[in-house]
């Protein structure tokens, strides 16, 4: 399958600080992506969709101001969480679709775990 | 909202056929069903899609039923390494071709 990489994989910061994570489509070029965001125990749930050179789709509930996202290239995209909470920690995850697979699957990241402390 | 039901879990032994079931009753024509699994503490893993086929790749068979209410994604020889939650998704395209996650079936493969 294709692979899709994030960086970091695991982040700890202090409350008030904004944390950037990267993903990134390694093999194939991804003009859709997508975050979500895991929390212990729980299902994946989608933050937003962002199509490359264009403005996020967030999720209800899901505050753009805090998170913001940027897909900036066909193999980039970005997730900052600003301000961060204890909250705010959780497992992020992205995923990349590219309109050239089967389909159009998507393929998962490893995930980034964000500590707020 | 998932438009898919799953068991919350189930356990199969080493070496067995672990088969999962999924309903999907209110899945339209031209959706197709997904699964995947996440391993503990890692980004979902892509396993096989269908939309009306039976359909099988080298890790895992997937059929689904005439009426396409049903799948059953069959694992041919459980490891311990399978040890996941399942995932069985209708890709949303109405909502723009989103996967949206339910709960999954946790399945504990054992020795």
């Known amino acids: 399958g294709a692979v899709v990489s994030q960086h970091p994989s695991w982040v700890i910061c202090k409350s008030g600080t904004s944390v950037k994570i990267e993903c990134r489509s390694l093999?194939?070029?991804?003009?859709?992506m997508f975050w979500y965001r895991q929390f212990p125990k729980q299902s994946l749930m989608l933050m937003a969709t962002?199509?490359?050179?264009?403005?996020?789709?967030?999720e209800q509930g899901v505050e753009k101001d805090k998170f913001l996202i940027n897909h900036a290239s066909l193999t980039l995209s970005t997730l900052t969480v600003t301000s961060a909470h204890p909250e705010d920690s959780s497992f992020y995850i992205c995923?990349?679709?590219?309109?050239?697979?089967?389909?159009?699957?998507?393929?998962f990241g490893p995930g980034t775990r964000l500590l707020v402390l | 909202d998932a438009k898919t039901t799953q068991p919350p879990s189930m356990d199969c032994a080493e070496g067995r056929a672990a088969n999962l079931p999924c309903n999907h009753s209110?899945?339209?024509?031209?959706?197709?069903v997904y699964w995947y699994r996440q391993i503990h503490s890692q980004g979902p893993q892509y396993i096989i899609h269908?939309?009306?086929n039976n359909e099988t790749n080298e890790m895992a068979s997937l059929i689904i039923t005439e009426d396409r209410k049903s799948s059953t994604l069959i694992l041919p020889h459980a490891t311990l390494r399978d040890t996941a939650v399942y995932y069985c998704?209708?890709?949303?395209?109405?909502?723009?071709?989103?996967?949206?996650f339910g709960g999954g079936t946790r399945v504990l493969v054992k020795p």
């Open positions: 995923s990349a679709r590219s309109p050239i697979r089967v389909q159009e699957t998507q393929y």
């Open positions: 093999d194939f070029q991804a003009t859709t």
């Open positions: 962002s199509n490359e050179g264009s403005k996020a789709t967030y």
């Open positions: 209110t899945i339209s024509g031209n959706e197709y």
């Open positions: 269908g939309l009306k």
């Open positions: 998704i209708v890709r949303d395209k109405a909502a723009g071709n989103k996967l949206t």
